[in-house]
């Protein structure tokens, strides 16, 4: 056995056990790991602490300040069962009743990107007992009682009602 070859051999190890701690290490980042320590100094930063932390269900979604993602994604770019880039989400409810939205994005050969944006706010589902389809423009007499109005009064000074 030559140097030469010994040199091979040495180097065709030590690119397997760099691929192999890489492959370890993404496996933990993305399975394993749970990301407490950089959540509460995220919480801290911002006056909060988290109450509950879960997978967001498909409800979530609808308020989520993340595009979803595909259910199923296929791509040239996988080693083994992993695929390259990779995105995980993970929703906080903080004690203060707010949700704040997690995207854990994990690469090959770097460190996990972590992103808190908070969620969007859901549309009320409570109807107003004043809206109307119907629009009334007031400009001369109010609408209520005909009392005269001039200039830009948006409460009548004889009945009280109000035109904002």
């Not at 290490?25 to 959540?39: M, Q």
């Not at 602490?49 to 979530?60: A, L």
């Not at 854990?104 to 389809?133: C, V």
Request: hydrophobic letters at 35%; one cysteine or more; a positive charge.
């Amino acid at each position: 056995m030559s140097i030469s070859d010994s040199i091979m051999i040495i180097f065709g190890i030590l690119i397997f056990a760099l691929f192999f701690t890489a492959h370890f290490k993404l496996v933990y980042r993305r399975f394993l790991k749970s990301y407490s320590l950089e959540i509460d100094k995220y919480l801290k930063e911002h006056g909060q602490k988290y109450e509950t932390i879960y997978s967001p269900t498909k409800d979530d979604w609808v308020y989520s300040p993340f595009k979803k993602p595909a259910s199923f994604s296929f791509s040239f770019f996988s080693i083994g069962l992993l695929s390259w880039n990779d995105q995980k989400y993970k929703i906080i409810e903080t004690d203060k009743g707010k949700k704040i939205w997690l995207e854990i994005a994990t690469s090959h050969f770097q460190k996990p990107e972590l992103t808190f944006k908070f969620g969007m706010k859901g549309k009320s589902t409570r109807k107003d007992s004043f809206q109307s389809k119907n629009i009334v423009v007031v400009t001369e007499n109010c609408p209520a009682c005909g009392y005269p109005l001039k200039g830009d009064i948006y409460e009548c000074p004889d009945c009280g009602l109000n035109f904002k």
